[in-house]
């Protein structure tokens, strides 16, 4: 069932979205890049060692529920708790966590008086941004309650028209498949990497992502093939003709693989460790400045 209150916040987060999409959107953030593909392509990796290479201030933005991306960066988000603006400590929220909160009368009561409107990007930065000296994260996060994404989606479609300025560079992490894509949880991307393997499935997915962003209207400047660690000469020949920019692809690294299974962050990878190198690369011939 669901009650007069989650309606009316509902309501409220896709108006929100709907006005803060057209007042906000031609405002300048720091450069958007969204990093999609097929489950286990290593979309998650490519987005964690590329962000060790743009100019901070750096946002990270995980809409995986698996949340993989800050355990790729050491990260344990559970266990983290936050200072709110009048210094109590409370566990971080994922962007599902506020929601879920904003659609409860009492806990959002909890939070505060106020237009929900106006208190909305406080809100996101109070209580479910992760802040470190290199990066902040903000994560989707699992969806506990019944319902489906919508309105998390409506409140993520918030951060970067409101807080995007505030960086240089986001990136934004991507779940398997095209589902996010059809929600449009993004609205407008610079650089759109789409991470592939080396399969007939992933020629394929790039033909579905090019469909759909067209057909939902999100917005990108550069659309990227990226290869992944299993490619070879051959895959890098098929791929090098799809009509799309095949930038390269990542080089195989067994100390991602260890790095993943412990639980340490690739940030402490060495620069020179194969994947790195590989990866830098791939973002010079994407324009960036390394
Ligand atoms: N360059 C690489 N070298 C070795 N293993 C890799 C590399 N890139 C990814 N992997 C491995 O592939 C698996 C999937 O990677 P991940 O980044 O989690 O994919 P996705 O985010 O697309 O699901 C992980 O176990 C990871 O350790
Ligand atoms: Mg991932």
Redesign the pocket.
Known sequence: MVTEHEDYASKILAETARITRITKSKEKTGRVLMVT????????????LASRYLKPPLLLCDI?PDQ?LGA?LGIDLEATRIKTEIGREVPIKSISDLTSDIEDEDALMELGGGELTVKLPLLLQWYTQYRSDQFDLISLGPKWTEGDYRSANFLFEFIVPNIGKNYAHIVI?SP?GLEHLNRRVVGSVDDLFV?VDPSAKSLKHIERVKKITEHVGIKYVHFYIVG??EFDDEATQMFSNTGETFLGR?????R??EY??KGRSLWELPDDS??CV?VREILGKAGYEI
Do not use: E
Not at 37 to 48: C, D, E
Not at 250 to 254: G, K, L, S, V, Y
């Open positions: 593909g097929r489950g286990g392509t290593g979309k998650s990796t490519f987005a964690a995986d993989s790729m992490d398997a991470v992944n660690h990542m080089a195989h690294d067994d991602v693989r993943n299974l194969p994947a590989s």
